[in-house]
């Protein structure tokens, strides 16, 4: 039987990033990957120190890590048309991202409607046929659903009284991290998620102490929501080819960051 191996997103990446081998699996996929590890600490740590500051430094964070997400998700995320999907992503995103400047999001599902429509109209302008449509269909959704999430906390940025939701939701995916490091420990693997949840958990209810507005039922079910998404959120594009370049881990540490957003908003909203 001839094993076809899948295409990756860096030609470097094929003479192979600490444990990982081609095609990827659950077995061979034991190793930390510091570029995925190190993404989501600088960025996390970005957002907490810009979101609270100020409005306007956290909606520049993130509207510039909208478009770094913008340029290498689409190679994680499936798509046969990478550049082009890039290019729609990031000025829908950008769009998107804008309406953070009213609290209201009025212009947030224009921004999200656009950025279907764009990529529908790509795919019908492909030269090449439509090999992959589905897939890079999916991507280009799935893409705009996390710029609109990360968009969230831009808007949380507007008020005082919500920077501390902010700041136990980072703080939440930071301590996710802690999934990532121990994935070497081969029988503790199966059981990451319970101690992704845990640490989060305690992470939220040592942060709480020092943030106002955050009651102790907040913490708790932000921290376990946020902690548990952004480590979901890395673990289910693991094994993804795009992986095995740097352009694929850069795009599942800073979208396992943005992706929290909504979780922070909708704990707001209930509030």
């Not at 906390?153 to 980072?170: M, P, S, Y």
């Not at 959120?233 to 095995?244: G, H, I, Q, S, Y």
């Amino acid at each position: 039987m001839t094993t076809v191996t899948p295409p990756i997103d860096d030609a470097s990446a094929a003479r192979g990033q600490g444990s990982l081998r081609l095609p990827l699996s659950p077995v061979t996929d034991g190793g930390v990957r510091p570029l995925v590890v190190g993404s989501v600490a600088v960025v996390a740590v970005a957002l907490l120190l810009t979101v609270p500051a100020s409005f306007a430094a956290g909606f520049t964070a993130v509207a510039v890590l909208m478009l770094v997400f913008a340029a290498t998700w689409p190679a994680l995320g499936g798509s046969r048309t990478p550049e082009a999907a890039a290019v729609v992503l990031a000025v829908s995103g950008a769009g998107i991202v804008a309406a953070a400047l009213s609290q209201d999001l009025v212009w947030g599902a224009g921004g999200v409607a656009l950025g279907i429509v764009l990529a529908f109209l790509q795919q019908v302008l492909r030269p090449d046929g439509r090999e992959g449509l589905v897939l890079s269909l999916l991507a280009a959704c799935a893409g705009l659903s996390v710029v609109a999430s990360g968009a969230l906390l831009a808007v949380l940025g507007h008020r005082v009284e919500t920077h501390g939701i902010v700041i136990v939701t980072l703080a939440a995916v930071l301590a996710s991290l802690i999934g990532d490091l121990l994935l070497p420990v081969a029988w503790l693997r199966p059981f990451l998620g319970l101690v992704v949840l845990a640490v989060a958990i305690v992470s939220a209810l040592l942060i709480r102490s020092h943030v106002d507005g955050v009651s102790l039922a907040q913490a708790i079910g932000i921290a376990a929501a946020a902690g548990t998404l952004s480590f979901s959120f890395r673990r289910v594009l693991a094994l993804e080819p795009a992986m095995l370049g740097p352009r694929g881990q850069l795009a599942a540490g800073v979208g396992s960051v943005l992706v929290v957003g909504a979780i922070a908003y909708l704990f707001d909203l209930l509030a």
